[in-house]
């Protein structure tokens, strides 16, 4: 159960207590996305990952409880969440992670003076007017393209990379066809993709993709990740919450 720490937040124990992660009790929450994201990325010795949209910093902060030291910087637009990012990072014990406020799009002139290896991002999945509006201000921007459309985003990611460097993204399923070909607008080019159901008897929902900057042709499709099996987590995702994935 989570701990109340303030009257607005509460506290996740997560993988095997080794994480803990402060949320808004009725704002934006994390959710099973982040960890299946950010076990997807692959993440070299030395290279630098930037996380657009990062939210509570769940992402950044959950590579390097698995071990990684790699430079990060996740970059949050909204400021209840950029706080609770820094809290996070404080309260994990974390120093190569650093945290920035603001939008994507004023900060990339900045940014792209030191290019990163990796950019990754779980963004926003609905377009904005379409959709059952989210209640609450910090879920609508979470949920909806209201501040960074999917261009946007592409843009803001490809400008931010290094010349082949990866960007690595979780998206609805429905969203392929649209994805793919703003993808390629952007000299994005898609390597490997691996789609995502909730269980093996249902429609996939998701998917989780890896583009590379300048890059030839060629994807690799990778095996199915199904989420519960026979009324559990999968073996391979409850991997995800002990750090072994």
Do not use: W
Request: proline content about 4%; charged content about 25%; overall charge positive.
């Amino acid at each position: 159960m989570p701990e109340a720490i303030e009257n607005l937040d509460t506290i996740e124990l997560l993988c095997n207590e080794k994480l803990k992660i402060v949320q808004k009790r009725n704002g934006y929450r994390f959710s099973i996305d982040a960890f299946l994201l950010a076990n997807f990325i692959t993440l070299k010795k030395g290279e630098r990952l930037l996380d657009i949209g990062t939210g509570c910093g769940i992402i950044p902060i959950y590579i390097a409880k698995r071990g990684y030291t790699n430079s990060m910087l996740g970059v949050e637009i909204q400021d209840d969440l950029f706080n609770l990012a820094i809290k996070n990072k404080n309260m994990n014990n974390i120093n190569q992670i650093n945290f920035l406020k603001g939008d994507i799009k004023k900060h990339a002139k900045t940014l792209k003076k030191t290019p990163f290896h990796v950019v990754v991002s779980n963004p926003p999945y609905t377009k904005k007017g379409s959709g059952r509006a989210s209640p609450g201000e910090s879920r609508y921007i979470a949920r909806y393209e209201s501040r960074l459309d999917l261009s946007g985003l592409l843009s803001a990611a490809v400008s931010l990379l290094n010349n082949k460097g990866r960007f690595y993204i979780i998206y609805p399923t429905r969203r392929l066809g649209e994805l793919v070909n703003a993808a390629g607008l952007n000299k994005l080019e898609l390597k490997r993709l691996r789609i995502v159901y909730p269980h093996r008897d249902e429609e996939a929902n998701l998917l989780l993709a890896e583009f590379i900057k300048n890059s030839g042709a060629g994807v690799k499709i990778e095996k199915p990740l199904y989420i519960y099996e026979n009324g559990h987590i999968t073996e391979e995702v409850n991997k995800y919450y002990s750090l072994e994935g």
